[in-house]
């Protein structure tokens, strides 16, 4: 069973920028792909990003390319979400995300074993 921690969320203004993390434990944190997703009030939850088992490859929608960048460290337990130049439409509750191996369908939600509890980010204008 893997544990999932969040933090970094907070209010900001838009154009500053924010760095989440995912504590992980409980497992082999090397093995999982893993993943950043976000729900806003009222919207399905969505994917923001994704990082390979060895962080050699990264993949992120297309409305926050360019601002975002997932990175992880292995030996550390940890993957992040750095946030910058962040809208008003970033808010949302953001979510990381475990899956065991890879698969080629990283941006679908079902596909993740395990999900952290949430971090609130509120991008004021």
């Known amino acids: 069973q893997v544990q999932l921690v969040e933090s970094g969320g907070g209010l900001v203004q838009a154009g500053d920028s924010l760095r989440l993390s995912c504590a992980a434990s409980?497992?082999?944190?090397?093995?999982?792909?893993m993943g950043w997703f976000r729900q806003a009030l009222g919207n399905e939850r969505e994917f923001v990003a994704a990082i390979t088992r060895s962080g050699s490859s990264t993949y992120d929608t297309d409305s926050v390319k360019g601002r975002f960048t997932i990175s992880r460290n292995n030996a550390q337990n940890t993957v992040y979400l750095q946030m910058n130049r962040l809208k008003p439409e970033d808010t949302a509750v953001y979510y990381c995300?475990?899956?065991?191996?890879?698969?080629?369908?990283?941006?679908?939600?079902?596909?993740?074993?395990?999900w952290g509890q949430g971090t609130q980010v509120t991008v004021s204008s």
């Open positions: 409980g497992g082999t944190f090397s093995l999982y792909t």
């Open positions: 995300a475990a899956m065991l191996s890879w698969r080629s369908n990283y941006y679908e939600s079902n596909e993740y074993n395990y």
